[in-house]
């Protein structure tokens, strides 16, 4: 069996889902020259979020973390559509939003979700920078919010 990363996430037992519906007015992903760049993706399972509020508060650090993985998730199911998980030659960058109550500073664990997925995903071709920004509020009062951008062979 290949051990690409279609055959790392069912190894994982995950499979991507379908493409996130926008919430606005702009398109799940984007090439330019040689990457893809998503746009914000929520955790959304079936269009819907499995929780809203502030981590820290109404949402446990370790369940916010999960909805990152989740989050991460729905930007390679984007990345697929447009290009193929295949074309993906390595994750440059990681963004992470985490709607934070006041006083919760554990922004990079949270977005660990998310990096810890693309890690198993990719090998270490998942290796990336990244950014794990405590925010006031996100859209539909999600609990995190994931971008990335690949390089493509």
Do not use: C
Not at 37 to 65: F, I, K, N, R, Y
Not at 92 to 113: D, H, I, L, R, T
Not at 128 to 149: F, K, Q, T, Y
């Amino acid at each position: 069996m290949s051990d690409g990363p279609r055959e790392r996430l069912a190894a994982l037992g995950l499979e991507l889902p379908p493409v996130a519906t926008p919430k606005g007015v702009y398109v799940p992903a984007k090439r330019t020259g040689g990457q893809v760049w998503t746009s914000g993706q929520l955790p959304l399972v079936g269009g819907e979020l499995p929780a809203t509020g502030l981590v820290g508060a109404e949402v446990d650090p370790d369940d916010a973390a999960a909805y990152a993985r989740i989050a991460t998730l729905n930007a390679l199911a984007a990345i697929d559509a447009l290009v193929g998980l295949e074309a993906v030659a390595s994750v440059v960058k990681v963004v992470g939003f985490v709607a934070s109550a006041p006083g919760f500073g554990g922004q990079p664990g949270v977005v660990n979700g998310a990096s810890e997925l693309l890690g198993a995903v990719f090998g270490s071709a998942g290796e990336h920078a990244r950014s794990a920004i405590g925010v006031a509020a996100l859209p539909l009062n999600a609990p995190v919010e994931v971008e990335v951008v690949v390089d493509l062979t």
